[in-house]
């Protein structure tokens, strides 16, 4: 039996309704379901998964959308949204299983990850290294003043953006989060959290279905990608 040692946390716990509508985006739906489901649902298929904890709104965890029950009933648990990301990401890890040594932190709002992206990550922490799914700047970025005047030009060489999942040892990423706690300091993603701690954090490549859907136009766009292959 494959041991079911991945506790995975999904950030779902924005109020953001920039998609229109009124309607949460992460419970909007797109390229056939609503986008938190495609993540519940794409995790909850491996094996070695032990549970996913989706972090939700506090108005939602008691009283979810019905089709979040199109899933594992055994291997999910939904969690409360803190006034931080990074406080979700927390009270999820705190839902998670003891025998989840290994944790994957991933936004809801990037519906359509491939799953061998997922294996990407997870080896490299089954490796012994923290890891986040990413993919290398193509484009030349240009620094702007206020008054969109271009300042410099940074070259790209060396940049990434980052995705994800993102993946730590547990204990790594609890440090991480008390650290950042007791120090008073937050981050946009877990992995710059990992990094001031001294922690080593590779990047496996990503994909460009791990797009993230930020604006109405975002949807279309995922549709365009559901089918393709990178």
């Known amino acids: 039996m494959t041991a079911r040692d991945v506790g995975v946390v999904i950030v779902a716990a924005g109020s953001s309704t920039r998609t229109g509508g009124g309607e949460l985006k992460q419970f909007t739906w797109v390229a056939g379901k609503p986008m938190l489901l495609h993540s ?19 108005q939602y965890a008691g009283d979810p959308p019905p089709w979040i029950f199109q899933s594992d009933g055994e291997r999910l648990l939904l969690s409360v949204g803190g006034r931080t990301r990074a406080e979700s990401v927390r009270n999820g890890i705190a839902d998670l299983p003891p025998e989840c040594s290994i944790v994957l932190v991933h936004d809801a709002a990037r ?32 620094g702007v003043d206020a008054a969109g005047i271009i ?21 790594v990423l609890l440090r991480a989060h008390r650290a950042a706690m007791d120090g008073g300091y937050d ?17 496996v490549r ?8 930020t604006e109405t136009a975002d949807f279309a766009r995922a549709e365009a990608l559901r089918d393709l292959a990178d």
């Not at 981050?187 to 990047?203: F, P, Q």
């Not at 990503?206 to 859907?213: C, D, F, N």
């Open 40 to 58: 519940l649902q794409l995790f909850q298929a491996r094996a070695d998964v032990g549970m996913v904890v989706c972090v939700v709104p506090p």
């Open 111 to 142: 519906p359509l990850v491939p799953m061998d992206v997922v294996d990407r990550v997870v080896d490299a922490v089954r490796a012994g290294t923290s890891a986040i799914a990413a993919l290398p700047v193509v484009d030349t970025l240009k």
């Open 206 to 213: 990503g994909s460009e279905r791990a797009m993230k859907v």
């Open 151 to 171: 300042t410099r030009t940074v070259p790209r060489e060396g940049l990434w953006r980052a995705q994800t999942p993102q993946g730590f040892p547990r204990d």
């Open 187 to 203: 981050a946009t993603d877990d992995a710059a959290l990992v990094e001031r701690i001294g922690e080593r954090v590779m990047v």
